[in-house]
């Protein structure tokens, strides 16, 4: 799906860092990183992704920069998206690489668990002639998904979650899993 020139690149990795400063086409990349604290209910993450879609010979991967908020005294959490993606198709050896912004929600199952929900849309991608990045009316995804997370001493927390992803423009099915770190604020 994806294919970057120089330009693009450098583009790819400002938008990244302005990503992890401040908090994602295709696929969905969703960290589930959902504060557990009762006290901080806010959280930022990073996460990067990896998963296959099912109905063709295709593999992804990815990044993505997260805010979540969780809601007063109730096991419910909320969450905002930016993520990068990469997607090769075997077949057609054709890379297309894509941005996309997703909301989520999350129930907090126990302590460490987690299970949710999201939906994104792509927004820009480089799935064009001159394989560059471009604004685009993208694909709309959704997800279910369940996570796990190890809170650590300094309270930031290690996720990993596994998603199921349902492509509605393309009606795709794929899974990935995801590997985040974040940290409350």
């Given at each position: 799906?994806?294919?970057?020139?120089?330009?693009?690149?450098?583009?790819?990795?400002?938008?990244?860092?302005?990503?992890?400063?401040?908090?994602?086409?295709?696929?969905?990349?969703?960290?589930?990183?959902?504060?557990?604290?009762?006290?901080?209910?806010?959280?930022?993450?990073?996460?990067?992704?990896?998963?296959?879609?099912?109905?063709?010979?295709?593999?992804?991967?990815?990044?993505?920069?997260?805010?979540?908020?969780?809601?007063?005294?109730?096991?419910?959490?909320?969450?905002?998206?930016l993520m990068w993606d990469s997607?090769?198709?075997?077949?057609?050896?054709?890379?297309?690489?894509?941005?996309?912004?997703?909301?989520?929600?999350?129930?907090?199952?126990?302590?460490?668990?987690?299970?949710?929900?999201?939906?994104?849309?792509?927004?820009?991608?480089?799935?064009?002639?001159?394989?560059?990045?471009?604004?685009?009316?993208?694909?709309?995804?959704?997800?279910?998904?369940?996570?796990?997370?190890?809170?650590?001493?300094?309270?930031?927390?290690?996720?990993?979650?596994?998603?199921?992803?349902?492509?509605?423009?393309?009606?795709?099915n794929s899974l990935s899993i995801?590997?985040?770190?974040?940290?409350?604020?």
């Open positions: 799906m994806f294919k970057t020139s120089n330009d693009s690149s450098i583009f790819t990795i400002i938008v990244w860092v302005l990503c992890g400063l401040s908090s994602f086409e295709g696929q969905a990349q969703l960290s589930n990183n959902i504060p557990r604290s009762e006290n901080q209910k806010s959280a930022l993450s990073l996460s990067a992704s990896y998963g296959e879609i099912l109905d063709r010979e295709a593999s992804f991967y990815g990044f993505s920069g997260e805010y979540a908020r969780r809601l007063n005294n109730a096991p419910v959490g909320f969450a905002g998206s997607e090769k198709d075997r077949t057609k050896n054709k890379t297309v690489n894509t941005f996309t912004a997703a909301i989520t929600g999350s129930y907090l199952v126990g302590r460490r668990f987690s299970i949710g929900t999201g939906l994104g849309k792509g927004f820009m991608d480089t799935d064009n002639p001159e394989e560059k990045y471009k604004f685009t009316s993208g694909d709309w995804t959704t997800a279910l998904f369940g996570g796990y997370q190890i809170l650590l001493k300094n309270r930031s927390t290690i996720g990993i979650s596994l998603s199921y992803e349902y492509n509605m423009s393309a009606k795709e995801d590997l985040a770190f974040g940290i409350p604020i």
